[in-house]
């Protein structure tokens, strides 16, 4: 059983990053008939695909169904992180030489994502991350991937127990890594400043517009949408864990996951200096993630089962938890707490290709807050010809097996992964 989360007299279940975001009334326009390239989705990816592609002197048409700034790209947790989800030795295993490659495009999409962020206000901070061993069984994986990543050329450290808790005050983890080349922004504010970008490189962005579906026709394609039909030459689909019926392909390769996080109020001085300012990721299989933002409270997120829950009930979970591994936060009030989607793939690896002409870029596994926008402008380079496609568009893209069935084995799923996590 839970505890029960502490709740604050402003306490409200929104998402914390949009309240602090203010957006202005945009009008809803008439579409225009043709365009060069047609964007579906005005999160990370398909902003970083108008900024590309508009930059290059095309005319381009970002699609969204909701307001805009409402999805994912403004959710999260905040973290960028250059990672994949298996080490570079691993994955070279599986996949050959592809690997190092995909490794060496993960690390352009942070230096990209540091170059934009040093043009906007979203409160970045190249803080490193902990990367923590949940159970001392976790401690030889860490020594192992810790001297791995070193051999491949990356900034990482293995710390032992003691030296986690001086970094963090908790004395729940065994060991950890501390990867220097990881940073905290404000997702909400990165959101608004690669809008303001795309519309700045000329790119016009209709929001309340849903695409009901995309055919191709002569020289192009006709995309059918809530509000008429517009004619393209080039169609990029960035909508990630949002995936609908409009690529029906698609939707079959992508699992969307709830993700759950509470914000607390303001801390003090003293918790925030022990805390430390790093992002903060366990070994979990259903992990817990967690930092502090530059206006001093804690974010903590994560989910106990893979099937969706009521706000409630997920919010007194990651107390519950956040302060089992942070006491120092006991009796501190929760302001916050929302959920969003992550878009899972079978093999756990971000994908780009075409559908029947289609370009689209889909699948980071929780950490595109750096790829999804590089994957996304990289596209809108290649839809104008300024680049190759992204080595990430020569990995095969699996379906996820009996999709219709998902919501039936989904949960069996996350009760496996959570026995594994006890062990």
């Not at 000329?202 to 394609?221: C, L, P």
């Not at 029906?248 to 607390?264: G, Q, V």
């Amino acid at each position: 059983m839970s505890m029960p989360a502490i709740l604050s007299a402003s306490y409200r279940e929104v998402c914390m990053w949009q309240e602090q975001v203010p957006r202005d009334d945009r009008a809803v326009g008439d579409l225009p008939d043709g365009v060069d390239v047609l964007v579906v989705g005005a999160g990370y990816c398909g902003l970083g695909a108008a900024d590309g592609a508009a930059s290059a002197g095309a005319d381009v048409l970002v699609l969204d169904k909701e307001p805009l700034g409402w999805g994912a790209s403004s959710r999260n947790g905040g973290m960028v992180i250059p990672e994949l989800k298996a080490g570079p030795e691993k994955l070279a295993k599986k996949i050959g030489d592809l690997a190092h490659r995909l490794y060496e495009e993960v690390e352009e999409a942070f230096d990209h994502t540091e170059d934009l962020v040093a043009q906007m206000d979203c409160d970045y901070r190249r803080s490193g991350q902990l990367y923590l061993a949940h159970t001392p069984r976790h401690t030889p994986y860490l020594r192992d991937l810790a001297a791995e990543l070193q051999r491949s050329g990356q900034a990482v450290h293995f710390l032992d127990a003691a030296a986690v808790t001086a970094r963090t005050g908790s004395t729940a983890f065994d060991s950890a890594i501390f990867y220097e080349k990881v940073g905290g922004l404000h997702p909400a504010k990165f959101h608004d400043g690669m809008a303001k970008r795309a519309l700045a490189a000329g790119a016009a962005v209709h929001d309340r517009t849903g695409v009901t579906g995309i055919r191709s026709r002569a020289g192009g394609f006709e995309v059918e949408t809530t509000r008429g039909r517009v004619r393209a030459s080039q169609v990029i689909v960035g909508t990630n864990a949002y995936m609908d019926s409009a690529v029906p392909d698609l939707a079959k390769r992508i699992l969307p996951i709830n993700s759950y996080i509470i914000a607390t109020e303001p801390l003090t001085q003293e918790q925030r200096d022990v805390i430390g300012p790093q992002m903060m990721v366990d070994t979990k299989n259903l992990l817990f993630y967690w930092r502090l933002t530059a206006d001093g409270r804690m974010i903590f997120g994560g989910r106990n089962r893979l099937d969706p829950v009521d706000i409630p009930v997920a919010r007194d979970f990651l107390y519950d938890n956040m302060v089992r591994i942070h006491p120092q936060l006991q009796g501190v009030a929760i302001d916050y707490a929302w959920t969003g989607f992550v878009a899972m793939t079978l093999d756990r690896l971000p994908h780009v290709g075409t559908i029947d002409g289609v370009w689209y870029a889909t699948g980071c596994n929780g950490t595109g807050v750096s790829l999804n926008g590089w994957l996304g402008h990289r596209l809108g380079h290649v839809v104008t010809g300024q680049a190759p496609p992204p080595a990430f568009a020569e990995l095969k893209h699996p379906s996820i097996p009996l999709k219709p069935l998902s919501p039936s084995y989904v949960p069996l799923v996350g009760r496996y992964f959570a026995l594994q996590d006890r062990r």
